[in-house]
């Protein structure tokens, strides 16, 4: 039979079981410190005008800004809802690759079109942006967009992780494995 003195109850820790507790905790505890927003801003001086960032980084989302065809001025460009939507893709990539992103990246968007019957129009524009699996979309009829635009695009993008390295159930399988060889 046991001793009672070792119930759970009972327990005190040897001084060789602290460090693998508390390197235990910090693993668990590291994927929340990395929880911080980050706020991108392509052009800092255009955080003067405007009151929202290009984008937000968050773990490993990088949530875009709702875009509209301009261009480096600020001015929707000429040629309607084509030249916007190329126009937007292009600002797009601009701020996805502060982060090494792509479009390939991009997981899900919202469309806004104050125009629905120009559907087919976008949608030929937009499927030449993605080649292989296309991100998860939504999309609204809306009236009164930004700068008169004709559309507004607001996308998601999945930063990559090495899941070695940074993914939490991973890190703690590894810290489990040391812990169990330590006891």
Not at 138 to 144: K, L, M, P, Q
């Amino acid at each position: 039979m046991s001793d009672p003195r070792q119930s759970l109850f009972n327990f005190q820790p040897k001084a060789r079981m602290i460090m693998p507790v508390l390197l235990l905790v910090l693993a668990l505890a590291a994927p929340l410190s990395q929880a911080d927003p980050e706020f991108i801003q392509l052009d800092p001086m255009r955080s003067m005008t405007q009151p929202f960032s290009d984008a937000v980084v968050i773990g490993d989302l990088m949530i875009l800004s709702g875009q509209v065809g301009t261009n480096a001025s600020d001015q929707l460009v000429k040629g309607g809802l084509v030249a916007e939507t190329h126009q937007i893709f292009a600002n797009m990539r601009a701020i996805l690759k502060t982060r090494n992103l792509d479009l390939s990246h991009i997981v899900k968007c919202t469309v806004m079109m104050d125009d629905i019957s120009q559907w087919g129009a976008f949608n030929q524009v937009y499927l030449s942006y993605f080649d292989g699996p296309k991100p998860a979309r939504s999309a609204f009829g809306a009236d009164g967009l930004a700068l008169d635009a004709r559309l507004e695009l607001e996308c998601w993008a999945k930063i990559p992780t090495e899941p070695d390295e940074t993914d939490p159930v991973s890190s703690l399988d590894r810290l489990l494995k040391i812990f169990e060889a330590l006891f």
